[in-house]
């Protein structure tokens, strides 16, 4: 019964992989696919043409679990072979094909190329890597988001969400949900890492990651507060019919309640993916479980956006 929907596509469990983690070849895109426990895949975000990414070190745990830094600079095995993965792969779970264009015209270009392909998945946008030197993400400016996404849907048919950075002004929900809600989005995923966060290694007074000085992207523990914001601050904003991803701080089931309650449809797992393991996802679904028999929910219906306010 831990099942969502998005459009006429039918998921039958709520998790799956993050975008970047566990996702870049075919081998770890089976991997995910072939878990009992997924409800869908997600690729890694691919441009048009392969790139090798950052030099490394370039992803790092912090200790005690509380999170991790990365700035991965978008390696991917370049846009023809995660179409030629989709197009050869046999599967009842629905794909998620992440594009992440370093400009409007390589997004719409990739687009184009999705729109004309026999690809009968979902569309997610990324609108928000932190990590290519020089390249700001268009999450963060909200004329450049209307911009692309009125040139997207002039032409795009298939459905596409967009993937966004976290924001942390109230405003800027109102801003950017306004925005979103003027366009036939199938679904936003909230939240990208919380961008350019430094950690420093206490032996050596260094920084942890080799590229962009050691500035990259948070994940894990460290944003939840961050992400559970963002999906309820979306939430609460957007048209109905734009579904929710939440993302973010997930590593127990209860984790995944907490996104449920602030009204995710599904609930990614990046850093823990990364840190355990495929087998996170049985892990989190009986987490969850528990906490739903405890409670006598026999429905996410009875979870889904009930997070109660004094
Ligand atoms: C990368 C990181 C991101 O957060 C993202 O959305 C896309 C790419 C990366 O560094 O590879």
Redesign the pocket.
């Known amino acids: 019964q831990l099942t969502a929907n998005i459009q006429n596509y039918h998921f039958n469990h709520i998790l799956l992989n993050a ?2 983690v566990m996702c870049q070849t075919s081998m770890e895109l089976d991997t995910v696919l072939a878990s009992e426990y997924t409800g869908a895949v997600v690729t890694k ?1 691919a441009t048009p043409l392969v790139r090798p ?2 030099p490394a070190p ?1 992803y790092y745990e912090l200790n005690n679990g509380l999170g991790t830094i ?7 095995e370049g846009f023809d072979y995660y179409m030629d993965y989709v197009d050869t792969k046999e599967t009842y779970k629905p794909i998620f094909f992440s594009i ?1 264009g370093l400009s409007k015209q390589e997004n719409i270009a990739m687009l184009h190329q999705l729109q004309d392909a026999d690809f009968d998945g979902l569309i997610e946008l ?1 609108l ?5 030197p020089g390249k700001p993400q268009t999450g963060y400016d909200f004329e450049a988001t209307e911009q692309i996404l009125t040139e997207v849907f002039a032409f795009f048919k298939k459905p596409l969400g967009v ?1 966004l950075p976290p924001y942390f002004d109230i405003v800027h929900f109102d801003d950017i949900a306004a925005i979103l809600n003027k366009f036939p989005l199938a679904f936003v995923n909230t939240i ?2 919380i961008g350019n966060g430094l950690v420093i290694d206490q032996d050596t007074d260094t920084v942890v990651i080799k590229p962009k000085a050691g500035f990259g ?1 948070i994940g894990g523990t460290l944003v939840k507060a961050t992400a559970l914001a963002n999906v309820r601050a979306l939430r609460d904003r957007l048209n109905t019919t734009i579904k929710i991803i939440g993302t973010g701080g997930v590593t127990t089931g209860r984790d995944v309640y907490d996104h449920l309650l602030c009204g995710a449809d599904l609930v990614e797992v990046g850093s823990q993916l990364a840190i355990e393991g495929i087998t996170v996802f049985e892990r989190l679904e009986k987490e969850l479980t528990e906490i739903l028999t405890e409670k006598g929910y026999d429905s996410l219906d009875d979870v889904r956006g009930q997070l109660k306010i004094m």
């Open positions: 975008a970047g975000s990414g950052n370039r990365n700035s991965m600079g978008l390696p991917n992440a990324n928000s890597c932190p990590n290519v993937k990208n890492s992207g």
